[in-house]
């Protein structure tokens, strides 16, 4: 079998079972060369799933707002170096003994700066659920939290792009949406790429794990290896939701692909030297979670650097990352190919092994 026909196995044995719907583009070397829409977008109006079908992004919003900074840093109007206080005078968390922390951009980018899901107070938000206070106030509630290390000491996931936003936002002197819009999705003609739904009738219904999945209820609680998540479905809705860099865009799997392919080889948007710094392994040896063995983290997702430790088919150097709602992508710059998952399945279409079943189909 071919690829085509190994990934379409993959998606049939899923359909139905373990995911509800999905869309997955598979270009290399900047051509497409698999490209599929199946399953249903809306299970039980028998909706069937559209390749412009729009999901709710969550941490996929996450590397195009680091696209957006690295395309500052490559106009000037940012450091890696710099301190966020720069931008943000009132981002000041304290360290765990007690000290002011001094974080650096680099270290929002490759979350090194303390700043964990697991101590956001209950005044603030991720992104995917919580308050709907302005992103202003959610990151002033936020800085007022102990760091869960001193900057550049550990790595831990968190709030740490949601800060980005705000940086990015007051750099350009507007919201996060706006200036997105002109440092990345605009150039990139990510059309549907937005804190709000462009289409509500292309908005695939979100499902959460199960046999059968279920439909997602308003909110919808899920848990996986890493703790409970509360989901609120109708937040892209809400206009008074904070525009949350970390997990708070909609968009398409295309819109994804265009962002991505700026990492495969794309010129244009980013300086070729960029692209290599961002897909490059930047937290050194610092420990990361147990079920992470065999990957470091670069400024975009997590790095492949010894595949056997990690069970992953893709080459050392290969960068991946997904988003909650149930989605994954992959960056291997060794075979020049970008791979997009989309799914409406929560967490299966993220880190379940509705991903690890495309990758051995690919690679096989």
């Not at 009132?90 to 899901?117: E, K, Q, V």
């Not at 046999?211 to 989901?231: A, I, K, N």
Request: aromatic share 6%; glycine share 12%.
């Amino acid at each position: 079998m071919g690829l085509s026909e190994r990934v379409d196995a993959a998606v049939d044995a899923a359909l139905g079972q373990r995911i509800v719907g999905c869309v997955i583009l598979i270009n290399r070397d900047g051509e497409e060369i698999y490209a599929r829409a199946a399953g249903l977008a809306d299970r039980e109006a028998n909706v069937p799933m559209r390749r412009d079908a729009i999901f709710r992004l969550a941490s996929v919003t996450k590397p195009i707002v680091a696209t957006a900074v690295l395309r500052l840093v490559d106009l000037g109007l940012i450091g890696l170096n710099d301190k966020v206080t720069r931008y943000l005078p009132w981002f000041t968390p304290a360290n765990p003994d007690g000290s002011m922390a001094d974080i650096r951009i680099r270290h929002l980018l490759s979350h090194t700066s303390g700043l964990a899901y697991g101590n956001v107070p209950d005044n603030a938000t991720g992104g995917l659920s919580g308050p709907l206070n302005s992103l202003t106030e959610t990151l002033q509630n936020i800085a007022k939290v102990k760091l869960a290390f001193a900057p550049g000491t550990g790595w831990d996931y968190g709030t740490s792009i949601d800060v980005l936003g705000g940086v990015l936002a007051a750099i350009n002197g507007s919201n996060v949406e706006d200036a997105l819009g002109r440092y990345v999705t605009g150039p990139l003609g990510m059309a549907d790429a937005h804190f709000y739904v462009t289409d509500p009738a292309r908005l695939a219904v979100p499902y959460g794990d199960g046999r059968p999945p279920v439909r997602m209820g308003e909110p919808h609680v899920l848990g996986d290896q890493y703790g409970s998540t509360t989901f609120s479905p109708s937040r892209i809705f809400n206009p008074a939701a904070p525009q949350n860099g970390g997990a708070g865009m909609a968009g398409t799997a295309d819109d994804i692909m265009k962002m991505l392919e700026v990492y495969s080889g794309r010129p244009g948007l980013l300086e070729p030297a960029t692209v290599a710094m961002a897909l490059a392994n930047q937290i050194g040896d610092l420990p990361r979670r147990a079920n992470d063995a065999g990957k470091r983290f670069s400024f975009l997702g997590a790095v492949l650097a010894d595949p056997q430790a990690a069970n992953n088919p893709c080459p050392a150097g290969t960068v991946d990352w997904g988003g909650a709602w149930g989605h994954n992508w992959v960056v291997d710059p060794v075979n020049r190919m970008t791979i997009v998952v989309c799914t409406n399945t929560t967490f299966e279409g993220c880190n379940g092994p509705f991903r690890d079943d495309i990758l051995q189909a690919v690679y096989a």
